[in-house]
Nanobody, 125 residues
């Protein structure tokens, strides 16, 4: 089992920045992919970004390319999501996910085995 705990969400104005953190614990040695997803009220869960735990390969959703950056600190078992130039449409609950396989296109919910509880991000206009 892998446990994931997110932090860093909050309220920010349009154009502002936030950095989300996700700390992984438990059997992290079998984790090869870390991802961020988001879900706004009344909408389906949306892929945001993913990173390979070993090697640092990254993949981004089209709506966040050029604004968000995913990174890891392997020594701290932590994955970050730096979010810049935030827009009201970025408002959602952001969840961290861990997967046992790194897929060539790691955007599917079913690609991940473990999920955090989520952290709310609200961008005011």
């Amino acid at each position: 089992q892998v446990q994931l705990v997110e932090s860093g969400g909050g309220l920010v104005q349009t154009g502002g920045s936030l950095r989300l953190s996700c700390v992984a614990s438990g059997r992290t040695g079998s984790t090869y992919a870390m991802g961020w997803f988001r879900q706004a009220p009344g909408k389906e869960r949306e892929f945001v970004a993913a990173i390979s735990w070993y090697g640092g390969r990254t993949y981004y959703g089209d709506s966040v390319k050029g604004r968000f950056t995913i990174s890891t600190d392997n020594a701290k078992n932590t994955v970050y999501l730096q979010m810049n130039s935030l827009k009201p449409e970025d408002t959602a609950v952001y969840s961290c996910a861990a997967g046992n396989i790194w897929r060539r296109v790691p955007t599917g919910v079913d690609d991940y085995n473990y999920w955090g509880q989520g952290t709310q991000v609200t961008v005011s206009s």
